[in-house]
């Protein structure tokens, strides 16, 4: 069984577009897992992780009426069965899991993958992750991308939390990895040109993506961001489903 992040009642489960990344503008399915195993002050689907009794900070307490979500309505046990099965009847290939943190489950995600591909070679499995937990190699074998998005200082989450040497590692190494970074202010670009050079990652896999919830927030960033594209040679990336739909779930 999986904890899938629950909308109206049903497990988040939703037919969209990728709207980030290496991917950007592919129709995909998205997964979206409960539970993450950091709390960024900025996160939007901050209904996987930040629980009743709780004391993570987010930027939305000074929101007059923002609460803590409680666990029991915002979570919900899956089967494997019911998630193939509820894949089946939609005709896209691409998968992407997300979260929170999706490799937080991956234990139990292994069996998952395995029915997945056994009923439909012709899956593309995507990996939206934090870069701190290393995949198993079961799951590595089962998996095509990895939108790995390490995050910085502007996430207010502390170093040891979220950097994992080991797990960085890996990605950097894996052909299979591209790296997102959630660019806040132009100050942040210190960090990134130091973690892609002290990891050796190639720069035509980095990206790097305005911080953002609403498409005025987005707007304000893309030209300074570009142009630290265009001197650093990454590629940039929006928030494609952010302009079409703005802050939503199950978009
Ligand atoms: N359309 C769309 N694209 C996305 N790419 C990454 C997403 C995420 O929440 O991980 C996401 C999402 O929530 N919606
Ligand atoms: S790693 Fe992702 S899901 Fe977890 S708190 Fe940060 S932004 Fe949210
Ligand atoms: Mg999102």
Redesign the pocket.
Known sequence: MLKLARLNGQPEI?H??????KS?GRP?V?I?LSLCNLYCAWC??DYTWNWEGTAFTHNNDVRPGYRKYRKEEYQQLISNEEIRDRLAVISCSNL?F??GEPLVQQKDLRSLFRLLKENNPDYHIEF?TNGTLKPLPEIDALTDQY?V?VKLANSKVAPEDRLNPEAIRFFAASPKANFKFVVDSRADLDEVLALVQGYGIRPEAVYLMPQGTSAAALREKQAWVAELCKQYNYNYTD???IH??GDK???
Do not use: M, Y
Not at 16 to 21: D, N, P, T, V
């Open positions: 939703f969209s577009i990728q709207g980030e990344g950007i995909s998205f979206r939007d689907t992407i997300t979260g939206e939108n998005s928030r494609l489903h079409i739909w779930r199950g978009v």
